[in-house]
């Protein structure tokens, strides 16, 4: 059954402030929380959230607040759109105010730091009161800056309940927004949020000058770790053949839009790592998980070879051509036995 009514949105980043835009067309009234006074007041009079959209004009259907009780109060619909590192302190804003009724939606791709927890894991464990087989997340390409143009995206909601994963996407499809569903909520987020490694190797790799060979080369074998681990914590191969996996990982590890693309090639300039996160004044994903997939690896004896070289040039301060040249210098394989061994390990069944 559609939702229709009131939708809130936390918080209002570049990507938020998108799906915003998203369910304005769709001819809902938006409520868009922050706790920046000045970006909510710029959002109510100036139509504009200048710092992550520049020269975009937002719908008037589109209003803010700092208040999560005044955003969420009455909503049938929540969507979360919080950096990981930020996920559990928002849900504990939320819960005194969510509606066991309202839809739930997630749209972060990440890993929280430490515990090492997806995030419908950390919101299921703040929100005790809200069914957590509910909980929808979203996830697939979809660069903010394509999307409040209207440019035409594809994406996928996924959620233990059929129901809410097609409330979901009545909610959001539209004539540039399609949305698809799959019941597989691990492997949409697992494959969220890993792509953002390989998108940091991707723009290390260009910022090195290493040519669209070893691009393709690292998307492929990329794709392999991230549905290596995805499978090991429960995942089904078939999600990372799709939007969440294939899909998002293209775009991210593409486009200029890409953040984690961004910071990767400013890592090949020989700026370090605590320049480029002051540079980029906004949150890269790919960093923090790399060092939880890293440790995830270790967890479930995953080989993520890509993923170890990018967290000793992350963390370790290790060379990228030196990273580049451990990974060149593994031992001779055959492609068919790697391939074999990723389908005994679940990847390709």
């Not at 909601?157 to 499809?173: H, N």
Request: net charge negative.
């Amino acid at each position: 059954m559609p939702v229709s009514g009131k939708t809130a949105v936390l918080v209002a980043g570049s990507w938020g402030t998108a799906i915003a835009s998203v369910l304005a067309d769709n001819g809902r009234d938006v409520l868009l929380w922050s706790r920046n006074r000045d970006q909510v007041r710029e959002i109510n009079e100036e139509h504009c959230n200048s710092r992550f959209l520049p020269e975009v004009l937002l719908s008037s259907r589109i209003r803010a607040t700092d208040s999560m009780e005044e955003a969420v109060k009455d909503a049938e619909a929540v969507v979360v759109v919080a950096p990981s590192s930020a996920m559990r302190d928002i849900a504990g804003q939320l819960k005194p105010h969510l509606s066991p009724d309202s839809l739930l939606i997630h749209a972060t791709k990440g890993f929280e730091a430490g515990s090492l927890k997806r995030m419908s894991e950390v919101l299921a464990e703040e929100l005790t009161s809200y069914d957590s087989n509910r909980l929808v997340v979203l996830s697939g390409p979809s660069h903010a800056e394509e999307v409040i143009r209207q440019c035409p995206t594809t994406v996928v909601v996924a959620s233990l309940d059929k129901e809410a994963a097609e409330q979901a996407q009545d909610l959001l499809i539209n004539s540039y927004f399609r949305v698809y569903t799959n019941p597989d909520v691990i492997g949409v987020e697992v494959g969220g949020a890993l792509k953002n490694i390989i998108a940091l190797g991707a723009g290390l790799s260009d910022g090195l000058d290493f040519g669209d060979n070893a691009k393709a080369a690292l998307l492929t074998r990329g794709l392999a770790e991230i549905a290596r681990l995805g499978t090991a914590m429960g995942a089904s191969p078939l999600t990372f053949a799709g939007l969440a996996g294939i899909g998002d990982l293209v775009v991210t590890c593409t486009s200029r839009h890409s953040r984690n693309w961004r910071a990767g090639s400013m890592l090949a300039q020989g700026h370090s790592l605590e320049e480029v996160l002051t540079r980029m004044g906004m949150v890269v994903e790919g960093v923090k998980t790399t060092q939880a997939a890293y440790q995830l690896s270790r967890r479930y004896e995953i080989s993520m070879p890509i993923t170890e070289q990018l967290y000793h040039v992350l963390f370790d301060g290790k060379n990228p051509k030196t990273a580049v040249e451990h990974l060149m210098g593994r031992g001779p394989r055959h492609e068919t036995e790697e391939i074999a061994d990723d389908t005994q390990n679940g990847w390709l069944r």
